[in-house]
């Protein structure tokens, strides 16, 4: 809590830089004010739903990131690095497929 003298000063120095400086002063009291929050930008999608997702990319790269995740835990399981190398570098490239690829009409695989 501030004390009625330190507030007399406050409001003293806000008076002079209102005098002084009236864009800066603008400026200090728009950061009070609340901004509007944005609803995440869809694409196409209803109810403000986002549709950029694995489900909304289509089958194919649902299947291939099955088949990526699949060979990751095969060769893990077999002590195989070439195969958990070749299975996460086709989970990657599916993931970057789905992220860029434009979402299809239809339902995919969930």
Do not use: N
């Amino acid at each position: 809590m501030l004390s009625d003298r330190e507030r007399r000063d406050l409001a003293l120095i806000e008076r002079q830089l209102c005098d002084e400086d009236p864009r800066l002063a603008a400026r200090f009291r728009s950061l009070g004010r609340a901004r509007p929050v944005r609803a995440p930008k869809t694409l196409g999608g209803r109810d403000g739903v986002s549709q950029r997702s694995m489900h909304a990319a289509g089958a194919l790269p649902c299947v291939l990131l099955a088949a990526g995740l699949i060979m990751l835990l095969a060769g893990a399981a077999a002590g195989a690095m070439a195969v958990v190398v070749a299975g996460v570098v086709l989970t990657v490239l599916t993931l970057g497929i789905a992220a860029t690829s434009a979402p299809s009409r239809g339902a995919g695989f969930a």
